[in-house]
């Protein structure tokens, strides 16, 4: 009777560790990676870096966002995502002031919030936990200075935006400042809208390089710029100094083939990777800087290797 009341009492303490350590409430393991036009190959690049730096640091990763720049579609989608109650983190790839609320509520639930690839606003939105990315500012005056020394400050440059948004029409108005101040001899055109179709980017970009027999350069603030500019050249048989943004494949291979300049390397594997440990480090309690400020060099032909490596990278982790 003894041994049977001593295993009956060993039962009841195992069960009670079992409610206290196994059925209580868990301490959530995943982030969560907000964005828009989800399929866009910038776009996916960033989201296997940062799916790559949640695997590394022991989280389950979620990619949260419409195929489209829908905004109300991705903010929706991302409110069903905080719903869940089961996030950790959250980063969000934000471009829009219509985020700040959602933003605002996420913070409010004691999640830490990380904005990747823009800069901090003068008033971000209230409970940001910090931002990773590079200074716009600073690679649209590299990217100026590029320009006008390869075509020896002479001639008009075309600029062209995916879409007017608040990153990009920073980069733009710096762009052209930087050229008017740099380079009195050279026009600036004002900027117009490429859009995110290929067919039509490259239209858009024939029909500013028709209508400007003295266009001697273009700069796109888009990732598909680079191709659309090619485009561009290879139907209106006319050679320019073309630069655009991001480090894809297609978009070195042009630079290699000498049909684009230049493209700025923002760093996107890097900021996305780098969102992942802020975001763990922010779980375990670590102060961050509100602003990590990464480098985005302009890649020329002479500076892609690095760039073809991380990709090889990039494609090895679609293969798994």
């Known amino acids: 009777m003894k041994r049977l009341c001593m295993f009956a009492a060993c039962l009841v303490a195992l069960a009670l560790m079992s409610v206290s350590c196994g059925s209580g409430p868990q301490k959530a393991r995943k982030f969560y990676w907000v964005q828009g036009l989800k399929g866009h190959p910038v776009h996916q690049l960033t989201q296997i870096a940062f799916a790559e730096g ?45 985020y700040d609320p959602f933003i605002e509520r996420v913070a409010k639930k004691g999640i830490p919030v990380i904005l990747p690839h823009i800069p901090p606003p003068e008033k971000p939105p209230q409970g940001v936990t910090g931002y990773v990315g590079c200074d716009t500012r600073e690679y649209a005056r590299q990217a100026a200075l590029g ?42 055109l004002q900027a117009q809208e490429e859009g995110f179709d290929p067919p039509g980017a490259i239209a858009k970009c024939t029909s500013i390089l028709t209508a400007h027999p003295e266009l001697t350069a273009a700069f796109s603030t ?34 290699k083939a000498g049909e684009v300049y230049a493209v700025v390397g923002q760093p996107l594997w890097e900021e996305a990777y780098g969102a992942a440990e802020l975001l763990d480090r922010s779980v375990r309690g670590e102060k961050i800087e509100f602003w ?26 679609l293969r798994k």
Do not use: H
């Open 54 to 98: 949640c695997r590394k640091l022991g989280y389950a990763c979620e990619i949260v966002g419409s195929d489209s720049m829908d905004l109300i579609g991705t903010i929706s989608l991302a409110e069903q995502a905080l719903a869940k109650g089961d996030a950790a983190g959250m980063a969000v790839w934000t471009g829009s002031p219509a």
């Open 147 to 188: 320009i006008g020394k390869a075509v020896e400050g002479k001639g008009t440059v075309a600029i062209t935006q995916g879409s007017f948004n608040t990153i990009e029409n920073t980069v733009a108005e710096v762009f052209s400042k930087t050229i008017q101040e740099n380079y009195p001899g050279m026009s600036v």
């Open 222 to 255: 888009t990732g598909g710029g680079p191709t659309a500019w090619a485009g561009a050249q290879r139907q209106g048989q006319r050679k320019i100094v073309a630069v655009g943004m991001d480090y894809t494949r297609v978009n070195l291979d042009l630079v």
């Open 292 to 317: 990590t400020k990464l480098p985005a060099p302009l890649i020329t032909k002479d500076k892609l290797a690095p760039y073809y490596a991380l990709l090889e990278k990039v494609e090895e982790s």
